[in-house]
């Protein structure tokens, strides 16, 4: 189902009005792509983006990847999610579970006016052609890598040594954030996004939402 009226009076409204009034991009949806170092908050963002929006989904790529395949999800996605969106129909995927490390219940997902997809990799390559909009989350690798392991505890340490590595190496072949078309950054009130050709130059300027964020 597509999602509700706009929020007009949400923080993000602007930014979703913009979001909203893009072309599509995957049949008749308009796929936008949050992408970012783990940890940096792009499901945060994503959720109230979502609401801003009046509901729209949100596809979390930690729902399609796996402890075997941390970025190698791409054909998965596609078959499952991409071709039947584009084609109008409903896609049918199985979220992955990383306790029973095995794939949970399948789930419907309607096409609608937009589509949220958040995740590492979101802005890869291969997902590029079907996107409206990449929104990067800008903040430096460390610093969201340390947010991550807090939030995860110690029990979760060895499974950060490998993602990191993993998520070096997926980067560095195939990086995102020359390729953003927004850039997304959270301040002491808020969230602050800068849009347009010249959003990853360095300086660009940055329009500010005011947003409040939640305290931890």
């Known amino acids: 189902m597509p999602p509700g009226p706009l929020a007009p009076h949400a923080p993000l409204a602007p930014l979703a009005r913009e979001l909203a009034a893009l072309p599509p991009s995957l049949g008749?949806?308009?796929?936008?792509?949050?992408?970012?170092?783990?940890?940096?908050?792009?499901?945060?963002?994503?959720?109230?983006?979502?609401?801003?929006?009046?509901?729209?989904?949100?596809?979390?790529?930690?729902?399609?990847?796996?402890?075997?395949?941390?970025?190698?999800w791409t054909e998965?996605?596609?078959?499952?999610?991409?071709?039947?969106?584009?084609?109008?129909?409903?896609?049918?995927?199985?979220?992955?579970?990383?306790?029973?490390?095995?794939?949970?219940?399948?789930?419907?997902?309607?096409?609608?006016?937009?589509?949220?997809?958040?995740?590492?990799?979101?802005?890869?390559r291969a997902l590029r052609p079907f996107l409206a909009r990449l929104m990067w989350m800008e903040m430096p690798r460390e610093q969201s890598w340390g947010r991550g392991r807090n939030r995860d505890g110690r029990e979760l340490s060895l499974f950060w040594d490998g993602w990191e590595r993993a998520e070096r190496a997926h980067?560095?072949?195939?990086?995102?954030?020359?390729?953003?078309?927004?850039?997304?950054?959270?301040?002491g009130t808020g969230y602050e996004w800068s849009s347009g050709a010249d959003a990853t130059a360095q300086g660009a300027g940055f329009v500010t939402g005011s947003d409040e964020l939640p305290r931890p």
């Open 76 to 124: 998965r996605l596609r078959a499952q999610v991409l071709d039947p969106l584009a084609a109008g129909r409903a896609a049918h995927w199985a979220p992955y579970d990383w306790v029973a490390r095995r794939f949970g219940p399948e789930r419907v997902l309607e096409p609608a006016l937009v589509l949220l997809v958040e995740g590492v990799g979101a802005g890869r």
């Open 171 to 187: 980067f560095a072949d195939d990086p995102s954030r020359p390729f953003a078309h927004t850039l997304v950054r959270q301040s």
């Open 28 to 72: 008749p949806v308009r796929v936008i792509g949050i992408d970012g170092h783990a940890g940096s908050g792009k499901s945060t963002f994503a959720g109230r983006l979502a609401g801003a929006l009046g509901g729209a989904p949100v596809l979390h790529l930690d729902d399609v990847a796996t402890h075997e395949e941390l970025f190698d």
